[in-house]
T-cell receptor, first 116, second 112 residues
Framework: SAVISQKPSRDICQRGTSLTIQCQVD?????MFWYRQQPGQSLTLIAT?????????ESGFVIDKFPISRPNLTFSTLTVSNMSPEDSSIYLC?????????????FGAGSRLTVL | QQQVKQSPQSLIVQKGGISIINCAYE??????FPWYQQFPGKGPALLIA?????SEKKEGRFTISFNKSAKQFSLHIMDSQPGDSATYFC???????????FGKGTSLLVTP
């Protein structure tokens, strides 16, 4: 299975600032996603990161708030813009690797953001 | 709107006991039901999954029971061990797609 590295692993941010989270995979993957895991809540899909084109966002998430890049098959970034305390959450990168089975998601360890 | 409802929110089981976590869904188009296990500080990892053409799937001490008519599925952990202490998420997707709808999770503690 793919090995995913996320940076930063955690951060404390000030209201109104933006933070970019990086996701690096050790091998080429077919699909990359970004999830949010709020305290005591389930995992919610934010968007699918598409290589070389705009990400596909789920209902309730917009590009202005969560811009995403995916310049190649192994790397993606998620930016949380103009943060508020409600954005305090764990942000998880996940991937599907070709040949792993259509639905086998592998997750990174997550980036825990606290917004003051 | 929560498409997959999971219970209980937390569970304490003695070592050697059986842990049971239940999930229910409404969308009959769901056709893939995985369970993920998450340890503190780690991302969720696929534990076991089932499709609706079978009623039960077993992998070691972990078993999924699936009741299509009741739109329910459950995870049974036999001979629970302290190392099984983690958060467990059920999920569902349709058309065997990648867009998983997760339950809210169950925090399991297995006491020695």
């Amino acid at each position: 299975s793919a090995v995913i590295s996320q940076k930063p692993s955690r951060d404390i941010c000030q209201r109104g600032t933006s933070l970019t989270i990086q996701c690096q995979v050790d091998s080429q993957v077919t699909m990359m996603f970004w999830y949010r895991q709020q305290p005591g809540q389930s995992l919610t899909l934010i968007a699918t990161a598409n290589q070389g084109s705009e990400a596909t966002y789920e209902s309730g998430f917009v590009i202005d708030k969560f811009p995403i890049s995916r310049p190649n098959l192994t790397f993606s970034t998620l930016t949380v813009s103009n943060m508020s305390p409600e954005d305090s959450s764990i942000y998880l990168c996940s991937v599907i690797k070709a040949g792993s089975g259509a639905n086998v998601l592998t997750f990174g360890a997550g980036s825990r953001l606290t917004v003051l | 709107q929560q498409q997959v409802k999971q219970s209980p929110q937390s569970l304490i089981v003695q070592k050697g006991g059986i842990s049971i976590i239940n999930c229910a869904y409404e969308n009959t188009a769901f056709d893939y039901f995985p369970w993920y296990q998450q340890f503190p500080g780690k991302g969720p990892a696929l534990l076991i999954a089932i499709r609706p053409d079978v009623s039960e799937k077993k992998e070691g001490r972990f078993t999924i029971s699936f009741n299509k008519s009741a739109k329910q599925f459950s995870l049974h952990i036999m001979d629970s061990q302290p190392g099984d202490s983690a958060t467990y998420f059920c999920a569902a997707s349709m058309n065997s797609g990648y867009a998983l709808n997760f339950g809210k999770g169950t925090s399991l503690l297995v006491t020695p």
